[in-house]
Nanobody, 127 residues
């Protein structure tokens, strides 16, 4: 059974850090592009970061660049390290997977093409 489970969310003060994990079961996560997405209250879901399956190339969206780092970890897991958090980063964070695109880096793959999604983990940053 294919399953993605996010963890690591919580309540943190502005300037704090959280480390989110996306753990896969039922398949090898290394074979897929993995994306992290955020849905803030009242807003559309947006892509935050991704890591490719082939060369492991990574992307972090400009609004969080220098604060967030994505990495593949042992245990069939992808992590999202979030530092110097701001209140505007509050939302539900989802991880999702998609097969490697033949010609686009992970940053060019639309969210609608991601195949499987986790249930999300809530991140709340207080001011």
């Amino acid at each position: 059974q294919v399953q993605l489970v996010e963890s690591g969310g919580g309540l943190v003060q502005s300037g704090g850090s959280l480390n989110l994990s996306c753990r896969a079961s039922g398949f090898n996560l290394d074979l897929y592009t993995v994306g992290w997405f955020r849905q803030a209250p009242g807003k559309e879901r947006e892509g935050v970061s991704c890591v490719g399956s082939d060369d492991g190339g990574t992307f972090v969206t400009e609004s969080v660049r220098g604060r967030f780092t994505i990495s593949r970890e042992s245990g069939n897991t992808v992590a999202l390290q979030m530092n110097r958090l701001k209140p505007e980063y509050t939302g539900v964070y989802y991880c999702a997977i998609v097969e490697r695109h033949p010609s686009l880096p992970c940053s060019g793959v639309p969210a609608a093409e991601y195949k499987y999604w986790g249930q999300g983990t809530q991140v709340t940053v207080s001011s």
